[in-house]
């Protein structure tokens, strides 16, 4: 079982995307049953040893990556998984939500619905469908993702606030 966790540890940290436990075992021809065991122990590891890194479960999918609070010192490094664009999206939605996606357009303009598709395929958006339009929330994996201790919408409020300080461009959509 030590070589299928440091296998599935390796290909953790050499993806840039979250993998699901299927993938993983496709990728590494370990059964999936080892590789979800081998991903609940390197967790526990992760959060029992005093380490920069993490492995966080977002939706179904695993991904490691640098604590939250470590992230300053490593930014400049690290390839996005989202373009600035998509963030600013992100960023309204967690703000204003619920927010209608006819009223995010109107704020973001016809990109946005390409970034709502991908948000939601990444987990971080649900969208709910109201008459001809949706309304659009922030997820708990939201939350995972970006390193909050809370899901709750004042509290993202809060930390969006926060950032939108290091982005003049976010402060003015933060406006009401």
Known sequence: MMKVKRIVEAV???STDALTP???AKISSIHVDD???ALNELIEEY???DSALEIVKI????????KPEYYPYVEKFVEKDLDKGSLR???VIAFKQPIMLSKLAKIRGNKCYEHVKKLKEMGLIRAEKKGKSSILTTTKEFAIYFGLKSDKP???KEFLKNYA???AKLEEYFED
């Open 165 to 167: 300080k290091k982005d």
């Open 12 to 14: 953790l940290f050499s």
């Open 35 to 37: 590789v979800k065991t």
């Open 89 to 91: 999206t992100l960023a």
């Open 59 to 66: 939706g179904n999918k695993y991904l490691m990556r640098v």
């Open 22 to 24: 299927n993938a993983i």
């Open 47 to 49: 959060e029992t040893r």
């Open 154 to 156: 004042e509290d993202i």
